[in-house]
């Protein structure tokens, strides 16, 4: 295992290798009903549920692996390899009270699993056990992410025996590593907080807020705590700054509102299991940033153990969901964020976001619809549903939506280019060019920069043989800027064919398919311009494959009249129709 010494996102980024286990549960309830009697009428042997069991788990349903290792450990339960499996498989899915159980099991079958003593010493720690707790959780330090883990974990132990010192003393270690030095910092202030130290606390916040002021926990904690210590406008000053970065963000901005009334927060963390939830839900996090979806999925279930209320914790785990395509879960986990929560509104529009993922999008654009009633001066709903509508050709709609958004955003900003470029989009595919236009040119005097645009622009001008110059010279800049983007090095591509420079559309059409093998469009482009330089039998190649990877049903049709006759002698204005281009 290995633990690369950059951590950003939150804190920094946390890189994690080893520990594959598969650890999502099945998605449908009605489903894994049906897998129950299906399971049930088909008793397997203990090899058999074994088998089954790890091939469930390779599957990544830990629902169903679950059930054949409860199974095989019916038939063998001192199989200590079976016992860890099942534990780890119940740690993912949440199931916490069976975790404690098989995590105890486990330390008795003398597995010296990191994981088993985390969650036991935990449950100690939740009975107030807390030197039992210590004593587990300095076992378990282990490897990199161990001693980050156990150092945390610890001294959030002995913040419950009212030992400052010596949690203190348990977080010093990780300034070893100086990726874990923010970690350290940020815990010595949350606990030199919980229990009084004041004047500790403040000096542990400040450095925290030096080392890494774009934390988004560490504005939350440091402006908690000014707040109650009777500085309300230093707690202004660093929320403002946050809200610079990240305008609207909802928990800093409920926050700052907070402190214009005066009202007294309750403290960050003060118990000890609260502090070792925000331990967790930290190191969650950095994990889920890297894509180390496996193992932030367990740590944010072991946080959401610790505290079963937190909306970021129940957040983060929806996000973990969705990175893991797993959309039913995602969808479940964000409905579990508290009503009262700043956060809920932003969850309501995730909750849309997957029904339509799951393929229930009138249900998807009914829910974004009553969220935009419900916050009428709201612009991020009306931006999801565009993005929505325009996912599903709704270009029209989806137009409307940008526009409403816009309205409500006020003057044009550089962060606004985004929504320009897709109501630009929207406005081209409902045939609306002066309109796209504009709107493009709008996106582009924001990010004069943004390939995206140059590309879109530059190549719908080609298309439109209009001012011709600055669109290749627009499009030659995107592709300078991202020159490993297929589909932008494909537009160069075809940009030449359409202007007829064949030998040049090809040249960048074989790059382009370098980049991006298995994309029918790209493929189909080469085919063409293989044909105009005399390479007849590359290009029946080339349309064969677009075919083969499934074209849209329209290039179908069109394809296969280019594999029976080839293309036109001559080109005309119609050859713009044989493909359609990647401009987006």
């Given at each position: 295992?290995?633990?690369?010494?950059?951590?950003?996102?939150?804190?920094?980024?946390?890189?994690?290798?080893?520990?594959?286990?598969?650890?999502?549960?099945?998605?449908?309830?009605?489903?894994?009903?049906?897998?129950?009697?299906?399971?049930?009428?088909?008793?397997?042997?203990?090899?058999?549920?074994?088998?089954?069991?790890?091939?469930?788990?390779?599957?990544?349903?830990?629902?169903?692996?679950?059930?054949?290792?409860?199974?095989?450990?019916?038939?063998?339960?001192?199989?200590?390899?079976?016992?860890?499996?099942?534990?780890?498989?119940?740690?993912?899915?949440?199931?916490?009270?069976?975790?404690?159980?098989?995590?105890?099991?486990?330390?008795?079958?003398?597995?010296?699993?990191?994981?088993?003593?985390?969650?036991?010493?935990?449950?100690?720690?939740?009975?107030?056990?807390?030197?039992?707790?210590?004593?587990?959780?300095?076992?378990?330090?282990?490897?990199?992410?161990?001693?980050?883990?156990?150092?945390?974990?610890?001294?959030?132990?002995?913040?419950?025996?009212?030992?400052?010192?010596?949690?203190?003393?348990?977080?010093?270690?990780?300034?070893?590593?100086?990726?874990?030095?923010?970690?350290?910092?940020?815990?010595?202030?949350?606990?030199?907080?919980?229990?009084?130290?004041?004047?500790?606390?403040?000096?542990?916040?400040?450095?925290?807020?030096?080392?890494?002021?774009?934390?988004?926990?560490?504005?939350?904690?440091?402006?908690?705590?000014?707040?109650?210590?009777?500085?309300?406008?230093?707690?202004?000053?660093?929320?403002?700054?946050?809200?610079?970065?990240?305008?609207?963000?909802?928990?800093?901005?409920?926050?700052?509102?907070?402190?214009?009334?005066?009202?007294?927060?309750?403290?960050?963390?003060?118990?000890?299991?609260?502090?070792?939830?925000?331990?967790?839900?930290?190191?969650?996090?950095?994990?889920?940033?890297?894509?180390?979806?496996?193992?932030?999925?367990?740590?944010?279930?072991?946080?959401?153990?610790?505290?079963?209320?937190?909306?970021?914790?129940?957040?983060?785990?929806?996000?973990?969901?969705?990175?893991?395509?797993?959309?039913?879960?995602?969808?479940?986990?964000?409905?579990?964020?508290?009503?009262?929560?700043?956060?809920?509104?932003?969850?309501?529009?995730?909750?849309?976001a997957n029904l339509d993922r799951l393929k229930r999008t009138?249900?998807?654009?009914?829910?974004?619809?009553?969220?935009?009633?419900?916050?009428?001066?709201?612009?991020?709903?009306?931006?999801?549903?565009?993005?929505?509508?325009?996912?599903?050709?709704?270009?029209?709609?989806?137009?409307?939506?940008?526009?409403?958004?816009?309205?409500?955003?006020?003057?044009?900003?550089?962060?606004?280019?985004?929504?320009?470029?897709?109501?630009?989009?929207?406005?081209?595919?409902?045939?609306?060019?002066?309109?796209?236009?504009?709107?493009?040119?709008?996106?582009?005097?924001?990010?004069?920069?943004q390939p995206l645009v140059l590309n879109y622009l530059g190549?719908?001008?080609?298309?439109?043989?209009?001012?011709?110059?600055?669109?290749?010279?627009?499009?030659?800049?995107?592709?300078?800027?991202?020159?490993?983007?297929?589909?932008?090095?494909?537009?160069?591509?075809?940009?030449?064919?359409?202007?007829?420079?064949?030998?040049?559309?090809?040249?960048?059409?074989?790059?382009?398919?370098?980049?991006?093998?298995?994309?029918?469009?790209?493929?189909?482009?080469?085919?063409?311009?293989?044909?105009?330089?005399?390479?007849?039998?590359?290009?029946?190649?080339?349309?064969?494959?677009?075919?083969?990877?499934?074209?849209?049903?329209?290039?179908?049709?069109?394809?296969?009249?280019?594999?029976?006759?080839?293309?036109?002698?001559?080109?005309?204005?119609?050859?713009?129709?044989?493909?359609?281009?990647?401009?987006?």
């Amino acid at each position: 295992m290995t633990f690369v010494k950059k951590l950003n996102g939150i804190f920094s980024t946390l890189l994690f290798g080893g520990l594959a286990v598969g650890i999502s549960l099945a998605e449908i309830p009605a489903a894994r009903a049906q897998m129950h009697v299906e399971i049930d009428d088909f008793p397997l042997s203990l090899s058999g549920n074994y088998l089954a069991g790890r091939f469930a788990s390779s599957m990544r349903d830990a629902d169903s692996a679950a059930d054949f290792y409860a199974r095989a450990l019916v038939a063998d339960p001192d199989n200590a390899d079976i016992v860890e499996r099942a534990f780890l498989l119940e740690v993912s899915a949440g199931n916490m009270e069976r975790a404690v159980q098989l995590a105890n099991r486990v330390l008795e079958l003398g597995q010296n699993n990191r994981m088993a003593l985390y969650v036991s010493g935990l449950n100690d720690l939740l009975s107030n056990r807390f030197t039992r707790s210590i004593g587990k959780f300095d076992k378990a330090a282990r490897g990199q992410i161990g001693k980050l883990t156990s150092g945390l974990l610890s001294a959030w132990g002995y913040k419950g025996l009212g030992n400052l010192d010596a949690a203190l003393k348990a977080l010093a270690p990780l300034s070893k590593t100086q990726s874990f030095v923010i970690f350290k910092t940020f815990h010595s202030a949350l606990i030199a907080d919980a229990l009084g130290a004041t004047g500790k606390a403040e000096e542990f916040y400040k450095s925290a807020y030096r080392g890494t002021g774009s934390s988004l926990r560490i504005t939350l904690a440091y402006g908690n705590f000014l707040e109650r210590h009777g500085k309300q406008k230093k707690a202004l000053e660093i929320y403002n700054n946050f809200l610079k970065r990240v305008p609207r963000h909802p928990l800093v901005s409920e926050a700052r509102d907070r402190a214009l009334t005066g009202r007294q927060p309750k403290p960050f963390a003060r118990p000890a299991k609260y502090g070792a939830a925000e331990a967790m839900f930290g190191i969650a996090s950095a994990l889920s940033q890297d894509s180390s979806s496996d193992l932030a999925l367990i740590y944010t279930q072991i946080a959401l153990y610790l505290n079963p209320t937190s909306p970021s914790s129940w957040t983060l785990l929806g996000d973990i969901y969705e990175d893991m395509k797993k959309y039913g879960l995602a969808l479940t986990s964000y409905d579990q964020v508290p009503a009262t929560s700043s956060l809920r509104k932003n969850a309501e529009i995730r909750i849309a976001a997957n029904l339509d993922r799951l393929k229930r999008t009138d249900d998807a654009v009914a829910k974004l619809k009553t969220i935009i009633a419900a916050n009428p001066q709201d612009s991020d709903p009306l931006l999801v549903l565009g993005n929505m509508l325009r996912g599903h050709s709704k270009f029209k709609q989806a137009a409307e939506a940008y526009t409403q958004a816009l309205k409500l955003l006020g003057p044009a900003t550089k962060q606004q280019w985004s929504i320009y470029y897709f109501r630009g989009i929207s406005y081209e595919r409902s045939k609306n060019w002066p309109k796209a236009e504009a709107d493009l040119e709008k996106a582009l005097e924001l990010q004069p920069d943004q390939p995206l645009v140059l590309n879109y622009l530059g190549y719908s001008w080609v298309e439109k043989k209009v001012n011709l110059e600055r669109a290749m010279n627009m499009i030659r800049k995107a592709v300078k800027l991202r020159p490993t983007d297929g589909y932008i090095v494909d537009s160069l591509g075809w940009a030449h064919f359409r202007l007829g420079d064949f030998n040049q559309a090809v040249t960048s059409l074989e790059r382009a398919v370098d980049l991006k093998p298995v994309d029918p469009v790209i493929n189909d482009h080469l085919g063409d311009a293989y044909w105009r330089v005399g390479r007849k039998l590359e290009a029946r190649f080339q349309w064969q494959h677009a075919l083969d990877l499934k074209a849209e049903p329209e290039n179908q049709v069109k394809i296969k009249l280019k594999l029976k006759n080839g293309l036109e002698d001559i080109p005309d204005t119609k050859e713009a129709s044989q493909s359609v281009g990647n401009k987006t």
